[in-house]
């Protein structure tokens, strides 16, 4: 078969997807399978943390002494909230309460966007100091200082990256419930977007305790 | 909550259950509260080790509410549960694994 043939067969059943069949229970264990191969990656973060913290105990108590706690705590509120009103959103769908739906997601996405900004300062105040892999000040300090850092950085911007993933598929959900494709009662889409983005908040409990709160 | 769990049960269709937004706002404060134990459980002065298995504790409580309710897990038929049950497996099995072997090395 071509290419062109199996393109066109995949279209085709792409388009029938659409048009005659659903299947909520088979997006949902997919959502959840990708979700496993997430919590895989991320568990690989956290060996390597563990690791870490057992060779260089008191250095990892000193390096997490430089960053702020209560940033560090507003963030975790601050997704807390989304992830609360991401789940709201969905049970607004299936209630047929659109508007409210539409506000709750869009809240959430400004959450986000919010956890965003807060990283954005939270980085650029440690570059400044030349705190940053690399950098002039971090290079003079002790191994187990640029490994935490290391660790600091790969995780949190790992993280960050999987808040921006979260935020292009909430905002994909929120077209999609304003122009009535997740209907009540079908919000797959929004369900699965929903569960990534909680998947997003879970890392980021362990994260927080673990960076901010070693001192 | 038991009316939702009722519908969870009613319809192999995920979507078609209501989480009340009660429950759901119920979690969240449990979350805020259990973020605010974690802060206060950081000053304590139990040794490193201890410190941070009491946080990495606290944690998996507000990681398994959150798959549990958030996620809607509680609430799903059957074969998603068991398949979570297989991924804590593989994750209980794994960590303990590496870190015996980073330990006797």
């Known amino acids: 078969m071509s290419t062109t043939a199996i393109h066109a067969a995949e279209h085709a059943g792409e388009h029938a997807g659409h048009e005659e069949h659903v299947d909520p229970v088979g997006t949902k264990i997919g959502m959840w399978l990708f979700l496993y191969t997430e919590v895989m990656l991320f568990m690989g973060v ?24 209560l940033i560090g705590a507003f963030n975790t509120l601050v997704l807390l909230t989304s992830s609360l009103t991401v789940a709201m959103s969905i049970t607004a769908t299936q209630r047929g309460h659109k508007k409210f739906a539409l506000g709750l997601l869009l809240f959430s996405i400004l959450c986000g966007l919010t956890f965003l900004v807060v990283k954005y300062f939270e980085w650029s105040a440690k570059f400044e100091h030349g705190y940053y892999p690399g950098g002039e000040h971090l290079m003079a300090m002790p191994v187990g ?13 790992l993280h960050a990256l999987h808040v921006i993933l979260g935020l292009i598929a909430l905002l994909v959900a929120t077209v999609m419930v304003a122009k009535d494709i997740n209907k009540p009662g079908q919000v797959g889409f929004l369900e ?24 | 909550m038991d009316h939702a769990h009722a519908h969870g049960h009613d319809h192999h269709d995920e979507g078609n259950h209501f989480v009340t937004y009660t429950t759901y706002i119920q979690i ?38 959150v798959i549990s309710v958030f996620m809607h897990v509680k609430y799903d038929w059957g074969f998603l549960r068991a398949m979570m049950f297989v991924l804590f497996i593989t994750i209980a099995g794994i960590i303990p694994l590496y870190l015996s072997d980073f330990a006797w090395r």
């Open chain 1, 46 to 69: 956290f060996i390597w943390y563990a690791q870490s913290v057992a060779t260089y105990p008191l250095q990892f108590h000193h390096a997490a002494g430089e960053l702020n706690t």
């Open chain 1, 145 to 157: 200082i640029q490994t935490f850092f290391g660790f600091y950085f790969a995780a949190t911007g």
């Open chain 2, 28 to 65: 969240w404060l449990t979350l805020c509260v259990l973020t605010g134990l974690t802060v206060v459980a950081a000053t304590l002065d139990l040794g490193q080790t201890s410190n941070v298995v009491l946080a990495m504790f606290i944690a998996t409580v507000k990681a398994g509410l």
């Open chain 1, 192 to 215: 699965n977007a929903g569960l990534y983005w909680h998947l997003v908040d879970l890392v980021w409990i362990y994260l927080f305790p673990l960076l901010y709160l070693v001192t």
